[in-house]
């Protein structure tokens, strides 16, 4: 069964960093391309970031572009979302989910962005 | 302003059938699989279609989906009050080089 766990989300200020992890399980990780997407409370679906399964190439959303970095490491089956200068509309629920557009998802981690 | 369209709000009555839009464009559905989420209040989103009209194992067949040219949909039939939640269609997008959803579309049961 994929399990997918993601942690590392909390409070940050504007500009600040958060590292989010996803530990991924019960499936070959490196066979697949892994993805980030984001629901801001209250609002929908908003894919960020989606990485192939050898880590190369990257995709981003234009809002994020330049500021978050997704990498893998494929030896501890674990997705990452390096986030720098964090803003306001970045506050959100951050799901990691299996494949380009996610058949499996994890819980979510709640990142808020507040001074 | 979401890349995809869907209706912000359906409902139907227990047992009825209710189709749900999505509309795109070339670059998305037109050149691409849609999928299709549904996302109970405060828990992650659950595939429920994927490759347009394939149903994971475990989805009751009461769910299916369709695409023609840039639009898709999703239907329920013999609707039942369990099925009130947000929905959203979704599709790799390869002018963005990115994945676009659509604004989710809530469905009421009466």
């Known amino acids: 069964e994929v399990h997918l766990v993601e942690s590392g989300g909390g409070l940050a200020q504007p500009g600040g960093s958060l590292r989010l992890s996803c530990a991924a399980s019960g499936f070959t990780f490196n066979k697949y391309a892994m993805s980030w997407v984001r629901q801001a409370p209250g609002k929908g679906l908003e894919w960020v970031s989606t990485v192939s399964g050898s880590s190369d190439p990257t995709y981003y959303a234009d809002s994020v572009k330049g500021r978050f970095t997704i990498s893998r490491d494929n030896s501890k089956s674990t997705l990452y979302l390096q986030m720098n200068s964090l803003r306001a509309e970045d506050t959100a629920v951050y799901f990691c989910a299996k494949n380009r557009m996610g058949d499996n998802w994890g819980q979510g981690t709640l990142v808020t962005v507040s001074s | 302003q979401s890349v995809l369209t869907q209706p912000p709000s359906a409902s139907g009555t227990p047992g009825q059938r209710v189709t749900i839009s999505c509309s795109g464009s070339r670059s998305n559905i037109g050149l691409n699989t849609v999928n299709w989420y549904q996302q109970l209040p405060g828990t992650a989103p659950k595939l429920l279609i994927y490759?347009?009209?394939q149903r994971p194992s475990g989805v009751p067949d009461r769910f299916s989906g369709s695409k023609s040219g840039t639009s898709a949909s999703l239907a329920i039939s013999g609707l039942q009050s369990e099925d009130e939640a947000d929905y959203y269609c979704?599709?790799?997008?390869?002018?963005?080089?990115?994945?676009?959803f659509g604004g989710g579309t809530k469905l009421t049961v009466l």
């Open positions: 490759s347009s009209n």
């Open positions: 979704a599709a790799w997008d390869d002018s963005l080089n990115g994945g676009v």
